[in-house]
């Protein structure tokens, strides 16, 4: 069964760091989306994807961040200037379709800032 | 979209059926309802939806009250594996594409 892959699954860098978590979508999906975790809390949306360009993000997803597909097949998460607080579990999820289609998602990848 | 509101904790014995309950008494006419379930700090995984009529699928079953108000995911013969966080959603067809989690119900299923 086709799945979402992610890497690393776990990342430490120190604060001030840029950190690129990577994504590997399923194959025929094209919305793509990252969400994240920190410790104890809700999965909280970022950002959603679509045609190379961002379609919907959250306040959280401010210019720190960034996204890419830089191929047919990856899809990164890029945090510029990583802070204590950017330390949680991030998913990359993805979708076939726009609208009611279910979003399968990838095992995180664990984001340490000491 | 809709609130959803959700037990915070619910046992469960393995082999029998898990009863997991979700309010949304709010929800409109073209609002679904998803259920995700969340496996000890693993990527959430996509269970079963529906908008009016009761679903079923390999996982679970879905059954949701005529007036829209509430629903229950239904996991017929609970093994250990299925201990997670259930989150129930509700999501507007057409509209944001994101996921909104709450804090979900955490089931645990004992032996």
């Known amino acids: 069964e086709p799945e979402v892959t992610q890497t690393p699954s776990h990342q430490v860098t120190q604060m001030g760091q840029e950190v690129i978590l990577r994504c590997v979508p399923i194959?025929?999906?094209?919305?793509f989306y990252w969400y994240r975790q920190i410790l104890g809390q809700k999965v909280e949306f970022l950002v959603s994807?679509?045609?190379?360009?961002?379609?919907?993000k959250s306040e959280i997803f401010d210019d720190q961040f960034s996204v890419e597909r830089p191929d047919g097949s990856n899809f990164t998460l890029k945090i510029r200037s990583t802070k204590l607080e950017d330390s949680a579990m991030y998913f990359c999820?993805?979708?076939?379709?726009?609208?009611?289609?279910?979003?399968?998602f990838g095992p995180g990848t664990r984001l340490t800032v000491t | 979209d809709a609130k959803t509101t959700q037990p915070p904790s619910m046992d469960c014995a393995e082999g029998r059926a898990a009863n997991l309950p979700c309010n949304h008494s709010?929800?409109?006419?073209?609002?679904?309802v998803y259920w995700y379930r969340q496996i000890h700090s693993q990527g959430p995984q996509y269970i079963i939806h529906?908008?009016?009529n009761n679903e079923t699928n390999e996982m679970a079953s879905l059954i949701i009250t005529e007036d829209r108000k509430s629903s229950t995911l239904i996991l017929p013969h609970a093994t250990l594996r299925d201990t997670a966080v259930y989150y129930c959603?509700?999501?507007?067809?057409?509209?944001?594409?994101?996921?909104?989690f709450g804090k979900g119900t955490k089931l645990t299923v004992n032996p």
């Open positions: 709010t929800i409109s006419g073209n609002e679904y």
């Open positions: 959603i509700v999501r507007l067809e057409g509209g944001s594409e994101k996921l909104v």
């Open positions: 994807f679509y045609n190379n360009e961002i379609s919907e």
């Open positions: 529906g908008l009016k």
């Open positions: 194959s025929n999906h094209l919305y």
């Open positions: 999820a993805s979708s076939e379709e726009w609208g009611m289609s279910e979003q399968y």
